[in-house]
Every structure is written in structure tokens, then in C-alpha cells.
């Protein structure tokens, strides 16, 4: 469905407006305009009226005066027909002018018929008053002009017609006002309903202004405060289909980037902190391997010595004397964990020095290929190798600066470590590519796994979980240090006790600027996987 852009919702809104204020404003001026043709008509048909009855006024003239005399007769009916025809102020002047104008209700249809009656009749009766004065002078004065039949007769036809006349304008001035009333009417209707559609649109309008705008802005601001605050994890959700919602669409992806960020940032200051604190006890250590080692070392040489030469006297004398076998047995045995206890403190001494030199060490460039494989090989022989199988996979004869035996160190703590772990029938699979500039070794076993508080705590010196109980927790502590020594990292993954174990080692390559492949690996055929099952020496490739 296509969005509605909030600039359509609003020029919607302001058409409906504008419609409304103009259907408003139609209505007012329709009913002012009406109401001033209305006024306008009944001024000019009051005075058409006025002049009608001047001239009912000087036609009722006719009777006054001497009835045998026929200049009266005569100058009423001039004067008649002066204000019925006489120009600029005549009525048929003025009819005709309202006429043109609009200002008549029946556009002068009464006045066109009665006007030329009205004529016609002042003309009959002038003619009758002539007639009339002519038998006069010829000595008939038997009749008077005045009451004169015919005279009369033509009399009473003008002035009924001039009353008509008059009684015509009095139908146009009610007309008038009947038609200037039912406008009013109509423009009060459409006012009235004008604002009922505004009052009803206005609300309509707040509604949806309140969904469209409103109601998006409020949670918009909610969500901003939620950020504020520190809650990531509530999305806006907004469906008004227009910018409103494609900006919290952006908001909530910028969130979910902040958030993200502020997860590594606290990964990150988290793993400092750590390394901070492996550091301190890496120099703690240090110093104390500097000051116990070599005190160690010579009584455990002395111890391991005497326990040696006890061992040959012992045997001179035993072999000699008339002691029980048992007894012999437990000597001999006794002196012989007196030895493996002074060796395995003398490796743990051993071990402590190689710490304690934390001095810049030689790297050159060396095939990790073969470095791993070589591990592999004295691998096979350790008793934890036994009824597992350990699978490698190289995509490419990769060649980075390292020290080689620090990172033989390292592989060979990380796949012993493997070892421990598994049952009989345990997998180890190494493989070994590069990503982002850097060689990376990952270690996937399918041994015991590790819990959350392990993993926190899984290079920190001296800590061990090993399955078989031994260990002094130095070993992933020192190719923690190794690794970092290179430049590189070293972390640990697990889903829980009983899933396995993933280790991911990475070290720089020091690729020139433009090349994007390892050192050493162009041109190169890619190696095939190695597969060793332990015990035997069967090995595929």
C-alpha cells in the first residue's frame, strides 16, 4: 500500500478548510447580495410608486374645476401623460432604466402591457374631451364635457388602468421583498449548514490531527526519554504510513545501532578491564616468578638428586636384605612420586620464567600450514589422544610473522586442552583461512563444554576447570599473553557444559596495502584437510 505523505494529509486538511471558509463566505455574500438587490429594487420600485401617484394625482385633476370648461380636462390629462412618459423623469423612462438594471421582479412585464394602455386611454380620453368641446361650440350644450358619457367612460378606463398601474408596482415591491426574504432564508440555510460542516470538519480534523501528528510526536518523545535513560530495547511503533513513521523506522534503526555500540563498548571496557586486571597479575607473577623461581629451583634440583641416588642405594640395599617384597614395593614407589612431584614443580617453575620474559621476542615469517600439522604430530603421541579424532582443515598455505615456538606453545596448549575434554570418540576439528588482514585459527571440540562463569574467568592465571583434575591454570594465561604479544586475539565460546568448546585465535598478517590474499598463498594449490584417528599412525589426506 503506498504511503500517505503527511504533506498530502495536511494540504487535505487545509482544501477541507478552505472549502468550508468558502462555502461560509459564499453564503454570507449571497445572502448580502440579496439583500441588496431587495433594497435596491424596492427603493427604485418606491419611487416608479411616487411617480404614479403624481400621476393618479393630476389625472383625479379632472374632476376639479368648472365641468363645462375643457382646458382643465385637458392640462390633467398633459399632465398625466407628462409624468408617464415625460423624459428624464417620466415613469416609462424610469420602468425601463430599473428594467436594464435587474431591479425589477418581473423585468417590466406589468409595466409593458399597462404603460401603452395607459396611453392609449389618456389618448381616447383627450380626444373624447376634444369631440366633446367641438359639439359644445357647435351650440350642443346639453351635457357638460366633464359628465359627458363617452368622456367619462374614457375617464374611468384611464384612471382603473393608472390604479392597476400603481396596484402592479405594489405587487413588484411585495414581490420583492417575498423573493429577498426566501433568499435570506436560503443564505441563512447555507451559512447554517456551513457552519455546522466547519464545526463537524474541525473536529474531524482535531481526531485525525491527534492520530496523525499528535498521537507519532508524543512517542516519538517517549522514545527519545526511553533512550535517554538507557532502554534500548523498546522499538517505537508507529503505523500513520507517512515521514512520521519512516522516521522512527530510522530512529529504531539508529537505536538498535547505538545499541549495539554500547554493547561492544561495554564488551570492550569489560575485556579491558579483564586484560587490566590479567596484567597486574602477569606483573605480580612476574615478579614472583623472578624471586621464587630460582629459589625453587635448587632445592627441587637438590631434592631431585638425592631421591635419585636414594633410589640406586636403596635398590643396592634392598636386593641385598631379607626385607618383604611390599615393603620394597613401597619404597620404591614412594621414591619415585618424590621424583615426578620434583619434576612436575620444576616445569611449573619452568613455566613461570617463560612468563617472567616478557621481553619483545624474535618473529620471521613461517607457514602456520606446517606449524599446525608439526603440533599435530606430537600431538598423536600424548596418552589424551587416545580413540579421538582430530580433523584440520587449511584453505591455503598461510604465512605470517610469529615466533615459532610461542605459537607451537599455543596450538599445542589449545589442542591438548581439546583432548582433555572429550570422551573416547571426541572430534577435534581445526581450521585455519584469514579474515579482515588476519590468520585465524579456529578450535571446535565436542568435549564437555564450559559454563558462563568459566568462560569469564578462562585466562585468568592460576584458574583451572580441567575434566581430569590436573593443570596449574597457566596455560591458556600464557597463550593469552603470547597471543597478545603478537598483536593478536584469543577468546573462547561455549553454548554450556556438555556442547563443546570453540577457541578462535587470530593473528595479524601484515598484509601490504592492495593485497588482499595471505602471504605465500598465490600460486599455491589449495591443501587438502588432514584427518588423524588416534591410537595408530593412520593418517589421511
Not at 576447570?465 to 598483536?487: A, P
Not at 553454548?495 to 593473528?507: K, L, N
Amino acid at each position: 500500500m503506498a504511503r500517505r505523505r503527511l504533506r498530502h494529509k495536511l494540504m487535505l486538511g487545509l482544501v477541507l478548510v478552505a472549502g468550508s471558509i468558502g462555502l461560509l463566505a459564499s453564503g454570507t455574500a449571497y445572502g448580502l447580495y440579496t439583500y441588496y438587490i431587495s433594497v435596491k429594487t424596492i427603493d427604485r420600485k418606491v419611487n416608479e410608486l411616487g411617480i404614479v401617484t403624481q400621476m393618479i394625482g393630476a389625472l383625479n385633476t379632472f374632476d376639479q374645476g368648472d365641468p363645462d370648461k375643457a382646458d382643465g380636462c385637458l392640462l390633467a390629462i398633459g399632465s398625466t401623460q407628462g409624468f408617464l412618459n415625460g423624459t428624464p423623469h417620466g415613469f416609462d423612462f424610469a420602468n425601463k432604466k430599473n428594467v436594464q438594471a435587474g431591479y425589477d421582479p418581473d423585468d417590466g412585464a406589468q409595466e409593458a402591457f399597462l404603460v401603452p394602455e395607459l396611453n392609449k386611454n389618456l389618448d381616447a380620453l383627450q380626444k373624447e374631451v376634444n369631440d366633446a368641446t367641438k359639439s359644445s361650440y357647435n351650440g350642443d350644450k346639453s351635457l357638460k364635457i366633464r359628465e359627458n358619457p363617452r368622456v367619462r367612460a374614457e375617464y374611468e378606463n384611464a384612471r382603473r388602468t393608472a390604479e392597476n398601474l400603481r396596484h402592479a408596482l405594489l405587487d413588484d415591491i411585495q414581490k420583492s421583498g417575498q423573493e429577498s426574504f426566501a433568499a435570506i432564508r436560503r443564505a441563512v440555510w447555507i451559512v447554517g449548514f456551513a457552519m455546522v460542516w466547519a464545526l463537524a470538519l474541525v473536529a474531524t480534523m482535531l481526531y485525525y490531527f491527534r492520530v496523525w501528528m499528535f498521537a507519532p510526536i508524543r512517542e516519538l518523545q517517549a522514545g527519545v526519554q526511553r533512550v535517554h535513560h538507557g532502554t534500548f530495547d523498546q522499538p517505537l511503533v508507529l503505523n500513520s504510513g507517512d515521514e512520521l513513521q519512516e522516521l522512527a523506522d530510522e530512529f529504531n534503526a539508529m537505536v538498535a545501532r547505538l545499541h549495539a555500540v554500547y554493547a561492544d563498548l561495554a564488551r570492550q571496557v569489560n575485556e579491558r578491564s579483564r586484560q587490566l586486571v590479567r596484567s597486574e597479575r602477569m606483573v605480580s607473577v612476574g615478579f614472583l616468578a623472578a624471586g621464587v623461581a630460582h629459589e625453587i629451583n635448587n632445592p627441587l634440583a637438590s631434592i631431585l638428586f638425592c631421591s635419585e641416588a636414594l633410589e640406586r642405594r636403596l635398590q643396592d640395599v634392598l636386593a641385598s636384605s631379607t626385607a618383604p617384597p611390599a615393603e620394597t614395593e613401597v619404597l620404591t614407589r614412594y621414591l619415585k612420586m618424590v621424583q615426578q612431584e620434583a619434576l612436575r614443580c620444576k616445569d611449573i617453575t619452568q613455566k613461570l620464567l617463560d612468563f617472567s620474559r616478557t621481553g619483545e621476542r624474535t618473529k620471521d615469517p613461517a607457514d602456520l600450514t606446517g606449524l599446525i600439522r608439526g603440533v599435530l604430530e606430537v600431538a598423536r603421541h600424548l596418552p589424551s589422544s587416545r580413540g579421538k579424532e582430530v580433523i584440520f582443515e587449511p584453505t591455503g598455505y598461510i604465512v605470517a610473522p610469529v615466533n615459532a615456538q610461542d605459537l607451537k606453545s599455543v596450538i599445542l596448549n589449545l589442542v591438548v586442552n581439546a583432548l582433555d575434554s572429550m570422551e573416547d570418540g571426541g572430534q577435534l576439528g581445526i581450521t585455519l583461512g584469514t579474515a579482515g588482514g588476519y590468520a585465524e585459527l579456529v578450535f571446535v571440540d565436542t568435549g564437555c563444554g564450559m559454563a558462563p562463569d568459566v568462560l569469564q574467568n578462562i585466562f585468568e592465571p592460576f584458574f583451572t576447570k580441567s575434566r581430569t583434575g590436573k593443570g596449574t591454570g597457566l596455560g591458556l594465561f600464557i597463550s593469552h599473553q603470547i597471543v597478545d604479544q603478537h598483536g593478536g586475539t584469543i577468546t573462547a565460546a561455549s553454548a554450556g557444559p556438555g556442547t563443546g568448546s570453540t577457541f578462535t585465535v587470530r593473528i595479524p598478517l601484515q598484509i601490504a596495502p592492495g593485497v588482499t590474499d595471505a602471504p605465500g598463498t598465490e600460486g599455491e594449490p589449495e591443501p587438502a584437510p588432514t584427518v588423524l584417528t588416534f591410537p595408530g599412525s593412520r593418517t589421511a589426506a
